[in-house]
């Protein structure tokens, strides 16, 4: 031990020692009797008081909560899932009915809105007045197949006169009718290829069809493609079995745009009969007036301004001889 360690011992050691407080001998001899006094810990009286159910059943609640508040929080997603999907199959089924309507792009300025608003305006009155004249042309068919039941009957009756009934002179004169009721037949039947030309061409960009089987839709029997007159040819018992053996009349304006009323449409080649594009049918004009018909670009026009050399002026207001007004 070195002499600094010395001194600082002896220097502890000569420090007066603290005297306890008063009675605190009394006080710990206190506490020890109260403790010794005191019932163990494992008596009735020392048993702590039964804790509440929910503090017991706690660690099993708690899952089972979390996993119902899960459950719930699922079920309702789906829920606004199925909801949305429903909302977006609306919203197309929509846009699908809205597509058929043709829409104006918006426009900032007040005047744009107002022209795109009238070339709406303008297209479905174009619509409304096609479907009207479609619906026209459609009770024209129809009273013209009327007209062609008839004119059947008609010629029934004639080509079965009693034998022996008529003398000569009659039988002349019912050989003329009934060649000018088959010429009034084939007018009938180029006025119903006309005007089913011009219902398919409404439905199809006004051009006219490339075939006339293009348009059986608008035709009512291919009973009409064969001229009464043309005793060489047997119509087409339907359209599935239709050839060109089956057919009387010339089609001239095939894919042809609905545009050029004096266009040659269709010409009958065994009463001279022709239909313009326009839906019109002059009569015998390929037989009695050819000077008429007019040859431009390889396309066949009806010339108006050209008259007849050896038929008198039309007076204004009457068609022309032969001819029959659409």
Same mark, same amino acid.
């Given at each position: 031990?070195?002499?600094?360690?010395? /001194?600082?011992?002896? $220097?502890?050691? %000569?420090?007066?020692?603290?005297?306890?407080?008063?009675?605190?001998?009394?006080? #710990? &001899? !206190?506490?020890?009797?109260?403790?010794?006094?005191?019932?163990?810990?494992?008596?009735?009286?020392?048993?702590?008081?039964?804790?509440?159910?929910?503090?017991?059943?706690?660690?099993?609640?708690?899952?089972?909560?979390?996993?119902?508040?899960?459950?719930?929080?699922?079920?309702?997603?789906?829920?606004?899932?199925?909801?949305?999907?429903?909302?977006?199959?609306?919203?197309?089924?929509?846009?699908?009915?809205?597509?058929?309507?043709?829409?104006?792009?918006?426009?900032?300025?007040?005047?744009?809105?107002?022209?795109?608003?009238?070339?709406?305006?303008?297209?479905?009155?174009?619509?409304?007045?096609?479907?009207?004249?479609?619906?026209?042309?459609?009770?024209?068919?129809?009273?013209? /197949?009327?007209?062609? $039941?008839?004119? %059947?009957?008609?010629?029934?009756?004639?080509?079965?006169?009693?034998?022996?009934? #008529? &003398? !000569?002179?009659?039988?002349?004169?019912?050989?003329?009718?009934?060649?000018?009721?088959?010429?009034?037949?084939?007018?009938?039947?180029?006025?119903?290829?006309?005007?089913?030309?011009?219902?398919?061409?409404?439905?199809?960009?006004?051009?006219?069809?490339?075939?006339?089987?293009?348009?059986?839709?608008?035709?009512?029997?291919?009973?009409?493609?064969?001229?009464?007159?043309?005793?060489?040819?047997?119509?087409?018992?339907?359209?599935?079995?239709?050839?060109?053996?089956?057919?009387?009349?010339?089609?001239?304006?095939?894919?042809?745009?609905?545009?050029?009323?004096?266009?040659?449409?269709?010409?009958?080649?065994?009463?001279?009969?022709?239909?313009?594009?326009?839906?019109?049918?002059?009569?015998?004009?390929?037989?009695?007036?050819?000077?008429?018909?007019?040859?431009?670009?390889?396309?066949?026009?009806?010339?108006?301004?050209?008259?007849?050399?050896?038929?008198?002026?039309?007076?204004?207001?009457?068609?022309?001889?032969?001819?029959?007004?659409?």
């Amino acid at each position: 031990m070195s002499t600094m360690e010395h /001194e600082i011992e002896n $220097v502890l050691r %000569a420090v007066p020692k603290p005297a306890p407080p008063t009675g605190l001998k009394e006080q #710990l &001899i !206190a506490q020890v009797r109260l403790t010794v006094s005191r019932p163990a810990s494992g008596s009735p009286e020392s048993t702590p008081a039964p804790t509440g159910w929910l503090r017991r059943w706690w660690p099993v609640l708690a899952p089972a909560a979390v996993s119902l508040a899960c459950a719930v929080g699922l079920t309702m997603q789906q829920v606004q899932i199925h909801d949305l999907k429903q909302t977006i199959q609306d919203l197309s089924r929509d846009a699908g009915a809205k597509a058929a309507v043709p829409s104006v792009p918006a426009v900032g300025t007040n005047d744009a809105s107002a022209r795109g608003a009238g070339a709406a305006d303008r297209t479905q009155q174009e619509v409304v007045r096609l479907k009207e004249l479609a619906s026209q042309l459609a009770a024209e068919v129809a009273q013209l /197949e009327q007209m062609r $039941v008839e004119n %059947a009957k008609l010629r029934t009756q004639l080509s079965e006169p009693p034998a022996g009934f #008529l &003398i !000569a002179e009659e039988t002349e004169a019912m050989a003329k009718a009934k060649g000018k009721a088959e010429s009034i037949a084939c007018i009938n039947n180029l006025k119903q290829l006309a005007l089913a030309v011009r219902v398919w061409a409404i439905d199809n960009g006004d051009t006219s069809p490339a075939h006339v089987l293009d348009m059986t839709n608008e035709m009512a029997t291919p009973r009409i493609l064969v001229c009464p007159g043309d005793h060489a040819r047997e119509a087409a018992a339907n359209f599935a079995s239709y050839s060109a053996a089956n057919c009387s009349y010339e089609y001239l304006a095939p894919s042809a745009p609905d545009s050029d009323p004096f266009r040659v449409l269709l010409r009958c080649p065994i009463h001279g009969h022709i239909a313009l594009c326009d839906g019109s049918v002059q009569g015998y004009v390929a037989k009695q007036h050819p000077e008429r018909l007019v040859q431009r670009d390889g396309k066949l026009y009806y010339d108006v301004s050209q008259p007849s050399q050896d038929a008198p002026t039309p007076q204004p207001g009457n068609p022309p001889p032969g001819s029959s007004n659409p």
